[in-house]
């Protein structure tokens, strides 16, 4: 297919050559529209020649698409195509010049090329000629080539992606920043999260910003979050510093219905780095937070939920390494430990 | 050249025949460019978080046994048991790190097991105790903390030797071959050393 693209500019040159030597005659525009109805089919695909084209130059647009096709199967190359096309253009004119009446010329190849167009713009010619002329830049094989170009890159890189996204996964914090309606407060509030000179470790009931909260100053020991189902309320103070050390905290209004709180809980249990439970006063049925991150949902069967904890369990921290066990595993709703510590 | 591409049907078996092709070099390329490390499906990835989960639990169970067991003897190979697989379980996690992968993944937990998925119940991988149980171990005294945990511990690393066993046999990269291996040899000399505790203890393994 790619020597009707080669050929085309040796063509032009001939056609050049033709249009220089021949004096253009009043008949050659009327062969030349002829032709050039013919030209595009003998460019594109044969099949493609619609009927209202081929239809008056029968006889020239025949020899001029087995020409083509000839042309493609003698060529091997683009080294040999300049002599093909030599080949091709001296068919075309001969065959040309047979269906031809007589007395007339026939400019050589194909005239929709500019060449002859512009070597024949003479007085005599009409005002229309030179906008046929223009409209001579065959855009059905540029277009076919762009496509089957554009498919060829496509379907490489598409193969390439694959094995690509199979060895390289998406860096988890942006896969948390494409979640729908995931707050952010790492980003929006850096404050929250320095940790104080003198520790960010607080015996006792502390407040926070957000409920529940996202991280911040905790209590010094942290709720167990070795896949623990706690089935009432935990203190948050334990478990921010449960989410300090990478944990997924999923927390529910105590009226969520039962089948959805054990679907919450079938993603928890036994799952290492996440712990659940019941959050009275919660302004949604579900919130899911880890360090710095937050997500309120309606349902326990939305998607966000999977991709929540594929983003940020053990990547959202500010421990990397530390550990879910040792912590408190009882079930209280005010911290544990109320008393502040001596040294701190 | 190619008489075939006169016809309508040998152009579309001709375009198919080429999507293919071009199909293989983009797969083609992307092998070669690739930086040579184990892809999301891989054994080795699979290995390296499924044990991080499952060492995480001996971790919980060791350092229970640290702090609460009766016998020195006990106490002293819970904190051994930690203190390793904790070490571990950083070494995994540097692995996945390395290779442009992730701790998560939303593939089935097992998955580079054959018939993990099978094995896997509640999340849990073979040998692992159930929440239940690890929360007996954490209010047992006395004894009873000495027994749970070398029968618990017993179980858990007999599963984890089966779960080693599983990523050897599909050829992993050297680095997870010889981690694997090591973990074989020393849970496995655990194993004796846990089941003459219990004989010690008068009990037996579950």
Known sequence: MSTGDVRRPSLN??????AATDKPDPDVIEDEEGEEAAAPAAKTTPAKASPAKSARPAKSAAPARSSSSSSGSSSSGSSSAKTT??????????????????????????????GPVKAAGGKGRKPTAPIRVKSGVNWGPIAMFSIAGLLAVGIIAWGAVAVYKNEHKTPWQQRAAAIAGIHNYLASNPDWFKVPAEGNHKAGILTYPTNPPVGGIHNPTWQNCMGDVYDSQI???????????????????????????????????????????????????????AWGYQLKLDNASDKRIDQFIDALRINATQEPQAGCSGGITDATPTPLDMAPLPTQ | MFPFLGTRNGRIIAGALAAVFLLAIGFGAGLLTRPGTPGD??????????????????VEMGMIAFQ??????????????????????????????????????????????????????NNLMPGMATR?????????????????????????????????????????RPEVAELAQTMKQNQTAEVSVLRTLLTQLGAQPL
């Open chain 1, 13 to 18: 040159k001939l056609v050049n050559k033709a």
């Open chain 1, 85 to 114: 096309a030599t080949k091709t253009a001296a068919r075309t004119s001969g065959t040309a010049t047979k269906s031809a009446r007589p007395g007339t010329k026939q400019p050589a190849g194909r005239p929709g090329a500019r």
């Open chain 1, 235 to 289: 203190a948050k103070e334990q478990a921010t510093h449960s989410m300090e050390h990478g944990a997924v905290w999923i927390t529910y209004r105590p009226d969520l219905p039962k089948a959805q709180v054990d679907e919450l809980a079938s993603k928890v249990r036994n799952q290492t780095f996440m712990l659940m439970s019941p959050y009275p006063g919660l302004d949604a049925p579900i919130s899911l937070q």
């Open chain 2, 41 to 58: 499906d891989s054994a080795d990835a699979g290995f390296a978080r499924d044990m991080s989960t499952h060492h995480a639990q001996a």
């Open chain 2, 68 to 121: 609460k067991a009766s016998l020195p003897e006990v106490r002293t190979l819970g904190g051994d048991i930690a203190l390793t697989q904790k070490g571990q379980i950083g070494v995994m996690s540097t692995w996945l790190k390395d290779w442009g992968l992730d701790v998560n993944t939303t593939r089935a937990p097992m998955s580079w097991m054959p018939n993990g998925q099978a094995e896997l119940v």
């Open chain 2, 132 to 172: 239940e149980e690890v929360a007996k171990l954490n209010s047992a005294t006395g004894k009873q903390v000495d027994i749970l945990f070398c029968q618990y511990m017993l179980r858990h690393h007999l599963g984890g030797i089966h779960m080693v066993d599983d990523v050897l046999a599909q050829h992993p």
